[in-house]
């Protein structure tokens, strides 16, 4: 079976954390996500989502402080606009805009880490594998997937 | 000593590069005193079996403009290959795929249908699609494949140099080919242009705000523009921060903002993805509801970022053919 594959970027101040606070509370949730942390979600160029797509991503999330609460003042409403002017392009792609996802989680919200990864998985589940010709693991993805599944278990 | 054998080929292009080598002028007397063009099918009457008739590696250097559309590209492309010691990419189209890669917007089936079927000047019952072979009255015919996706030289073939622009100016090509008669040659691979943006070599960059901030988007047609003022301050979409320089800012100094034709510098890997980067970060609004309003002005983004470099982008194409959902994958 097709399990999706999604790649988050957490900035490390509060999705990061709320992450860690969630695998702390041990709740569980979808193991098909590859979270990478970084600093802030300002710091997510718009060719990082781009090349996860390239790369074999079946779905983006990028997971950044609420509005008014970035560790670097302004970096979360820079992810903001980016990802709206990034919808637009993706849709002209063919990429169905469920595939990027912007969630604003803070360091106390891991029940929310939980709830959003569970529900962009399912959202992948339903719209399939990503098929980008450009892929250089097009043709592997298939094989992949299984590999996928085993360790998250 | 014999002088270098030079040919010149074009693929999917407007014919413009061409134009651009005719644009010497009375310098491209000292070129063809300097050369021996070989072939050059818009100029001079050499079919492809001399081409193919000569002993490999023969041409010194083979000028390629153009995107690959078709098979026939192709093979034309592989054949200059064989024959070459060298391969300049000539031109945005073979250098990043260019506007015949937006066509990459679509694929076959659905401008076949837009041409053949759709459009209102067809005759009816007249809808007939072209086959790559056919035979009529004992004669076979054969048409080159059309590709599902325009791609660009290096798709094809290891590529020397390139020479961006669209076209290149006659100063680059110069340039250029003073640079190959000389003999130093920078690395394999090296766009023959200076690797900084092109805000570095604009005139306009003085009058650029230190922070640059902008409230509203316009077309060019909509405003009269300020001649001496940065166009991004002045609320009109430039790609210059997200373009390799070395054209001298053609566009902007003809009041009209650059549309990219470049390509990126070396440490970019997506130039769309930059450039609308830097789109976002200068966007004065923080609430959700202004910046969708502002966007929505931005009609054709994929048109504006990757004018000349779809094919070069990550994604490289419009995604067609999403799967069905499948009743197995849903539970």
Request: proline letters at 6%; glycine letters at 8%.
């Amino acid at each position: 079976m097709y399990e999706a594959k999604v790649v988050a970027f957490f900035c490390t101040w509060c999705t990061y954390t709320a992450a860690d606070l969630a695998g702390t509370a041990r709740m569980s949730y979808a193991p098909n996500v590859r979270i990478v942390r970084i600093m802030c979600s300002g710091r997510v160029d718009p060719q990082f989502i781009l090349d996860a797509f390239h790369r074999g991503a079946d779905g983006v999330l990028i997971g950044g402080c609420h509005p008014g609460d970035c560790h670097y003042q302004d970096g979360n409403y820079k992810t903001l606009r980016r990802f709206h002017l990034l919808q637009r392009l993706l849709e002209q792609m063919g990429i169905e805009k469920k595939r990027l996802r912007l969630e604003w989680i803070s360091a106390s919200e891991g029940d929310k880490v939980q709830r959003v990864i569970n529900e962009m998985v399912e959202d992948l589940r339903q719209l399939g594998p990503l098929k980008i010709s450009a892929s250089p693991v097009a043709e592997e993805v298939e094989g992949e997937t299984e590999a996928v599944a085993a360790p998250a278990l | 000593m014999s002088k270098p054998k030079v040919a010149f080929y074009w693929c999917a292009s407007c014919g413009g590069c061409e134009e651009a080598v005719v644009d010497l002028a009375e310098n491209i007397l000292d070129v063809v005193e300097a050369v021996d063009i070989v072939f050059w099918p818009v100029a001079l009457d050499f079919k492809k079996e001399d081409v193919a008739k000569m002993p490999d590696k023969e041409i010194d250097v083979a000028f390629i403009n153009g995107a690959i559309r078709l098979g026939e590209q192709e093979e034309m492309v592989y054949l200059l290959e064989r024959k070459s010691k060298m391969i300049i990419a000539f031109g945005s189209c073979a250098h990043l795929g260019g506007i015949p890669g937006l066509g990459n917007l679509w694929n076959r089936e659905s401008i076949f249908n837009r041409v053949y079927h759709e459009v209102p000047s067809l005759q009816e019952n007249n809808q007939v699609l072209p086959l790559e072979n056919a035979s009529m009255n004992g004669h076979d015919l054969h048409l080159p494949e059309f590709f599902d996706t325009v791609k660009h030289l290096h798709d094809l073939i290891e590529v020397d140099y390139y020479l961006p622009g669209c076209p290149p100016t006659p100063k680059l090509l110069l340039e250029a080919i003073q640079t190959i008669l000389k003999g130093e040659l920078p690395p394999k691979g090296t766009v023959l242009s200076p690797d900084k943006a092109l805000c570095d070599e604009c005139d306009r960059n003085q009058s650029k705000p230190e922070k640059l901030l902008i409230k509203d988007l316009k077309r060019v047609q909509e405003v009269e523009i300020d001649p001496e003022k940065c166009l991004l301050a002045q609320g009109i979409f430039c790609m210059g921060p997200a373009t390799r320089s070395g054209c001298g800012a053609l566009c902007v100094n003809g009041n009209m903002p650059c549309t990219g034709c470049f390509g990126p510098t070396s440490r970019v890997k997506d130039q769309g993805a930059k450039a609308l980067s830097g789109l976002a970060s200068i966007v004065d609004y923080s609430d959700e509801e202004s910046i969708q309003r502002l966007f929505d002005k931005f009609v054709d983004p994929v048109g504006t970022f990757y004018r000349y470099g779809l094919p070069v982008s990550l994604l490289k194409r419009k995604t067609f053919n999403q799967n069905p959902i499948q009743e197995s994958d849903k539970g």
